[in-house]
């Protein structure tokens, strides 16, 4: 299979506890981007990167959440000292970006980590 | 700030019939637009892409038309399966990052 791939898809961890989670994207997708999905919205914007380069955040992400794209290929999201508001799906998606005034390709959106926060 | 909306929220058909899902956005300088279907605790499965310069795409079954200047964006399905039962996702793309509406819960009865 060569589309994104999240893993884990479920977590239940307990309030305080520090949680990662990963994401791999399409192999030649420069940009990766975080969403996160609670029941009945739809996904908001986290951050994204271009390469290794972590070029946005939302004002979502609190202190408490760091993310990483080390090489410009796999990613990780970390929640430091999770809180019950955190439980939610977090979704993870890969694009190709081609330059300033190309048109923008297709997104592809990984099957998400469920996270339970208890 | 982008607002995207989606109506309606919910729509229940019998099997066979075409259908429109709607999406209106507030900020019609958008880079493109995206329809995606999500399945009950699964991630997004993209439909179809529409550039901001294209006023439609086709794929099967699924027709998609992009009207920017009043900011708006319906989704239609022909000859609807039961198989088609899912919540629908409108996406615009401004600058770097995608903005949802909260979809339209899509029910196919056979």
Redesign the interface.
Known sequence: DTGVSQNPRHKITKRGQNVTFRCDPISEHNRLYWYRQTLGQGPEFLTYFQNEAQLEKSRLLSDRFSAERPKGSFSTLEIQRTEQGDSAMYLCASSLFLGTGTSNTEAFFGQGTRLTVV | KQE?TQIPAALSVPEGENLVLNCSFTDSAI??L?W?RQDP??????LL?I?S?QREQTSGRLNASLDKSSGRSTLYIAASQPGDSATY?C?V?KY????????TRLTVKP
């Open positions: 995207v880079y493109n995206q995606f605790g699964k991630g997004l499965t993209s892409l550039q310069s996702l996406a793309r770097n990052d995608m903005r949802f509406g909260a979809g």
